[in-house]
């Protein structure tokens, strides 16, 4: 049974989250990217997985693993939503294995908005710029990224922590625009 206590604090935390993400994006130059941002999440795959385990201080998703051994809704999420590093993992015909892409600059732009406004809605209060930092550090060992994009990530996040907010949306709205006309 669902309670109807989980079902309201997880449409109040993921809306929170979406609106910080789009609010981010604006500010990184790719605004109406931002407008798309965690769409799925109002699906019944993820919705429905969301109020059942929803706890108000970390992600459903990982109540879901603890339980099953994995997460139905995560692998809905990331099967559809390209800010996801875990979205750019491919089979290469040469090499015969699966193998970590890098992402797209416009994707990568959008996965460090995300990452702040995760940093800060879970935070809540206590949330200062190294949040998403230490989030990395905590799991880049066992994360499965192309080293390029695991670079980038961490060079902004140092970034955001070192400098703040501001700096760190500058650089992305000029790595946005300078990549616009690549491909």
């Not at 994009?149 to 922590?161: F, G, N, Q, R």
């Amino acid at each position: 049974m669902i309670k109807p206590e989980n079902i309201k604090g997880h449409l109040e935390t993921i809306t929170r989250h979406r609106h910080e993400v789009i609010k981010n994006c604006f500010r990184a130059g790719i605004g109406f990217q931002g407008l798309f941002h965690d769409l799925s999440k109002y699906s019944p795959t993820e919705l429905i997985q969301g109020f059942k385990y929803y706890q108000g201080n970390r992600s459903p998703n990982e109540k879901e693993r603890e339980l099953y051994g994995y997460s139905k809704a995560w692998l809905h999420h990331k099967g559809r939503n390209k800010h996801h590093y875990e979205y750019w993992n491919d089979y290469n015909p040469r090499t015969k294995r699966l193998e970590a892409v890098k992402m797209p600059t416009r994707y990568f732009v959008e996965m460090v908005c995300d990452r702040i406004a995760a940093s800060s809605i879970y935070a809540g209060d206590d949330y200062k710029n190294d949040a998403a930092l230490k989030y990395l550090e905590r799991s880049r060992d066992h994360m499965f990224i192309h080293k390029e994009t695991l670079d980038e990530l961490t060079y902004v996040l140092k970034m955001l922590a070192e400098k703040g907010e501001k700096p760190t949306f500058r650089y992305l709205r000029k790595k946005v625009w300078k990549d616009r006309w690549k491909k």
